[in-house]
T-cell receptor, first 114, second 114 residues
Framework: DTEVTQTPKHLVMGMTNKKSLKCEQH?????MYWYKQKAKKPPELMFV???????INESVPSRFSPECPNSSLLNLHLHALQPEDSALYLC?????????????FGPGTRLTVT | AQSVAQPEDQVNVAEGNPLTVKCTYS??????LFWYVQYPNRGLQFLLK??????LVKGSYGFEAEFNKSQTSFHLKKPSALVSDSALYFC????????????FGPGTRLSVLP
């Protein structure tokens, strides 16, 4: 099973709302990622968790708050977003450690901030 | 710092003809190279990777890629294009086997015309 699932598929939220994006994988991967992707652009790395610890935070605004409750789950908590945060949010996972493993991506959550 | 270039925004090819999507890279160490494909409103799908070994790498859906160290290139190829290959293609690189930061190229849109 090489599937990464993400919920919800679509999300519309106002600038004062609080919402969460969820990601799950059952491949035994110990590295999980959040990316932001604007239309027709490459994914931009936001956060990396390795062995459930935050290892990379690419200077993302604090209105985005990641959480890794266990090795299979990854959440992204959203609060007080701006319209420019509207994008496709992709979750990915990979093996962790000293080798060059490919990442497996979920289908994404299409976020619209109104 | 590592970087990836995809010199063509758009590639058009007739169905049944061979296709090539170009990628060049810049890394300070040994390159670890990947190709991903993205269909509309979907996540990225892994196609193939080069870590070490044979310069010609075979991947999913009949795609292959040729690693050329002297030209710092990793072009994606397929002998006979299908209309269903029409999608957005991303080349990615990491130069640190311990690191988890992929750098994606800007993407190339492939259109296969019937």
């Amino acid at each position: 099973d090489t599937e990464v699932t993400q919920t919800p598929k679509h999300l519309v939220m106002g600038m004062t709302n609080k919402k969460s994006l969820k990601c799950e994988q059952h491949m035994g991967h110990r590295a999980m990622y959040w990316y932001k992707q604007k239309a027709k652009k490459p994914p931009e790395l936001m956060f990396v968790y390795s062995y459930e610890k935050l290892s990379i935070n690419e200077s993302v605004p604090s209105r985005f708050s990641p959480e890794c409750p266990n090795s299979s789950l990854l959440n992204l908590h959203l609060h007080a977003l701006q319209p420019e945060d509207s994008a496709l949010y992709l979750c990915a996972s990979s093996q962790a450690g000293p080798t060059s493993y490919e990442q497996y991506f979920g289908p994404g959550t299409r976020l619209t901030v109104t | 710092a590592q970087s990836v270039a995809q010199p063509e925004d758009q590639v058009n090819v007739a169905e049944g003809n061979p296709l090539t999507v170009k990628c060049t890279y810049s890394v300070s160490g040994n390159p670890y190279l990947f190709w991903y494909v993205q269909y509309p409103n979907r996540g990225l799908q892994f196609l193939l990777k080069y870590i070490t070994g044979d310069n010609l790498v075979k991947g999913s859906y009949g795609f292959e890629a040729e690693f050329n160290k002297s030209q710092t290139s990793f072009h994606l190829k397929k002998p006979s294009a299908l209309v269903s290959d029409s999608a957005l293609y991303f080349c990615a690189v990491r130069d640190d086997p311990y690191g988890q930061n992929f750098v994606f190229g800007p993407g190339t849109r492939l259109s296969v015309l019937p």
